[in-house]
């Protein structure tokens, strides 16, 4: 969630150095680089993607209690 505010806040205040920005004036050139705004928005998920890989990684490490009661295989 806190990514995809980040992004956006960015996005809508047009400020600053962050891919939202990229993204934002990437949409109001002339002519609209599509490209430019899919390759942001595509890597921005991607960095959403591996960050979560590496937060689950680290709850199933720290709480192996936790997901042993339950029955989860890790």
Known sequence: MALIL???TEIVAGRGEGVG???FFAG???PARMTDILA???WVGMFG???NALLVAAE???F???HAQLGERS
Request: glycine share 4%; net charge positive.
């Open 6 to 8: 980040t992004v956006s």
């Open 49 to 51: 993607v591996v960050v």
């Open 60 to 62: 199933r490490r720290a």
């Open 28 to 30: 109001i050139a002339v």
């Open 64 to 66: 192996r209690w936790h």
């Open 40 to 42: 942001g928005v595509f």
């Open 21 to 23: 920005v990229f993204i």
